[in-house]
């Protein structure tokens, strides 16, 4: 294993990558591009070709996101500012606009595909040819399920059933079926993560921020969303050049909550170089948590208000050297 690491590590300086490798990846989520009458889930055209900038000229090393993965499985270091990619829903602009400028730009990036409404060649969506021709280009593709439903509230049956459809019209029309999952919303639980390994993916992603890093379950990776509101330049510089705050035992184990509102929320630091007392902890919705630390590694995290039904995204940050912020978020759903 030591003998392989230094390889890797040489062959990456000797393609002028930076020398200092890391377990992390910064994912970005897009959605749309350029479909300025919808702000919240579109970039502007001039945003994305700024983006393009800012990660070449930040050194941002943009990699597949299955290469990501596999490091994460198999203990293989990654570069320093490794980025990568990632479009959900098979909007049609992802395919005129966003790929044109990333191919030109030498970036890969995995596209999130629900299949109903490719099937139903519902307007605004790319057809099943486009896919194909992404695919052919070296675009991975992932699944998105079958109808884009909030899974945590359908029925188990329903929830395999989206998975198991979903993974035959893959394979129907592109050979193959995906092994890369993103939940709809970024809305999965215990239940759904356990689903989507039983229905053969290799990992699974969510639409909270944070840095993915090898240490944390691959079937609930965190992506940085990016749209009109969050997609100036210094968002893009912040988030793929973040760095990890690795932890374990969070509470509630389970994002998605049943039973107890507001839940004790928490988990615990595993770095000793990541200081509790430093972090800043933010709800959506504008709850103002209250945050605690527990001896030197055990944060613990209280709203003072139940949650509302749906989402509700946690994020706690610390600055870190060199100007690159440290971060990590869950994202809890309430029925």
């Not at 079926?177 to 709809?184: K, S």
Request: charged letters at 20%; a neutral charge.
């Amino acid at each position: 294993m030591m003998i392989l690491r230094f390889l890797i590590l040489w062959v990456l300086i000797g393609i002028g990558v930076q020398a200092r490798a890391a377990d992390s990846a910064s994912i970005l989520l897009y959605h749309r591009f350029a479909e300025n009458d919808l702000p919240s889930t579109s970039v502007r055209l001039e945003q994305l070709d700024a983006h393009i900038n800012t990660l070449r000229e930040t050194g941002a090393q943009v990699l597949p996101l299955a290469q990501i993965v596999e490091a994460f499985e198999k203990d293989i270091p990654l570069p320093d500012r490794a980025v990568a990619l990632s479009v959900d829903d098979a909007f049609l602009s992802a395919y005129t606009i966003a790929w044109p400028r990333w191919r030109d730009a030498g970036y890969s990036f995995t596209l999130f595909v629900a299949t109903e409404a490719v099937d139903r060649k519902l307007p605004g969506y790319m057809t099943w040819d486009q896919i194909r021709e992404l695919r052919d280009a070296g675009v991975t593709i992932g699944s998105q399920t079958t109808s884009h439903p909030h899974l945590p509230q359908v029925s188990d049956k329903k929830l395999a059933e989206e998975l198991a459809y979903s993974n035959r019209r893959f394979k129907e029309e592109l050979g193959h079926r995906p092994n890369l999952i993103a939940y709809p919303y970024g809305e999965a639980g215990v239940r759904e993560w356990r689903a989507a390994k039983a229905a053969g993916f290799k990992a699974g992603f969510g639409q909270h921020s944070g840095v993915a890093h090898g240490a944390e379950d691959r079937f609930y990776l965190p992506r940085f969303s990016l749209n009109e509101q969050y997609g100036d330049v210094a968002r893009v510089k912040l988030v793929s050049g973040a760095r990890p705050i690795p932890v374990t035992d969070w509470s509630p184990a389970d994002p998605v909550l049943t039973n107890t509102n507001p839940p004790p929320f928490g988990f615990t630091l595993t770095d000793p170089k990541i200081k509790g007392d430093r972090l800043s902890c933010y709800m959506s919705h504008g709850i103002q948590p209250v945050v605690s630390l527990l001896g030197n590694s055990r944060v613990e995290i209280r709203s003072p208000d139940p949650l509302p039904a749906g989402r509700t995204r946690l994020n706690c940050t610390l600055p870190g050297r060199e100007g690159r912020w440290h971060w990590v978020g869950r994202q809890f759903f309430a029925k």
